[in-house]
């Protein structure tokens, strides 16, 4: 069975600076879906960033990005010059396919200081 | 565009009652998933509906079942509640390859 694992339960990083959250996987299939999501105290699940496992290239969306080690099962989210509003919940997630259940880690929660 | 609209936001029940959940998805949007979130056991895959048939479905016994109706919209139903049911509960829609957008969850508390 695929899983999902976050190993950092919270994190802080100062206002302006950068910070990474790590995240691994288990799967034994070779076409799959990574995403990051973020969930804010409003509790609305809003997607980051997403990888699809057949492509080498890291996936960026703006001050975010990915380090995607697909030998090492690994999928790292990098946000650069970290604002107030980047402080919430972050879940990493795995899809079979784009289209299939995602599964979920414990998330980390990230803590943004003025 | 209207985003994923869950209904309502906050539920009270009790032991052994019965609640529906609705979720309207955004329009054009023909796949509605269902997840549930706890502290304990964090985010959990209930099932997901693609034109009006269930296509996957989590472990949940069957006192979770849901439903899609031909304009996508889904409800999802809860019988015989205890209170390890009481989660947040999130809805997601999807129509393309890029993955889901969720609603903001309705919180259901069994007491």
């Known amino acids: 069975a695929q899983t999902v694992t976050q190993s950092q339960p919270e994190m802080s990083v100062q206002e302006a600076e950068t910070v990474t959250l790590s995240c691994t996987y288990d799967?034994?299939?070779?076409?799959?879906?990574l995403f990051w999501y973020k969930q804010p105290p409003s509790r609305q699940m809003i997607l980051v960033i997403r990888?699809?496992?057949?492509?080498?290239q890291n996936a960026t969306e703006n001050r975010f990005s990915v380090n995607f080690q697909k030998a090492a099962k690994s999928f790292s989210l990098k946000i650069s010059d970290s604002q107030l509003g980047d402080a919430a919940m972050y879940f990493c997630?795995?899809?079979?396919?784009?289209?299939?259940?995602?599964?979920f880690g414990k998330g980390t929660k990230l803590s943004v200081k003025p | 565009k209207a985003g994923v609209t869950q209904t309502p936001r906050y539920l009270i029940k009790t032991r052994g009652q019965q609640v529906t959940l609705s979720c309207s998805p955004i329009?054009?949007?023909?796949?509605v998933s269902w997840y549930q979130q706890t502290p304990g056991q964090g985010l959990q895959f209930l099932f997901e509906?693609?034109?009006?048939?269930?296509?996957n479905k989590g472990n949940f016994p069957g006192r979770f079942s849901g439903r899609q109706f031909s304009n996508s919209r889904s409800e999802m139903n809860v019988s015989t509640l205890e209170l390890g049911d009481s989660a947040l509960y999130l809805c997601?829609?999807?129509?393309?390859?890029?993955?889901?957008?969720f609603g903001s969850g309705t919180r259901l508390t069994v007491v």
């Open positions: 997601a829609s999807s129509q393309s390859d890029y993955g889901y957008t």
């Open positions: 799967t034994s299939e070779s076409d799959y879906y």
């Open positions: 990888q699809e496992a057949y492509k080498q």
């Open positions: 997630a795995y899809s079979l396919g784009s289209q299939g259940n995602l599964i």
């Open positions: 329009s054009g949007h023909r796949s």
């Open positions: 509906y693609f034109s009006e048939t269930q296509r």
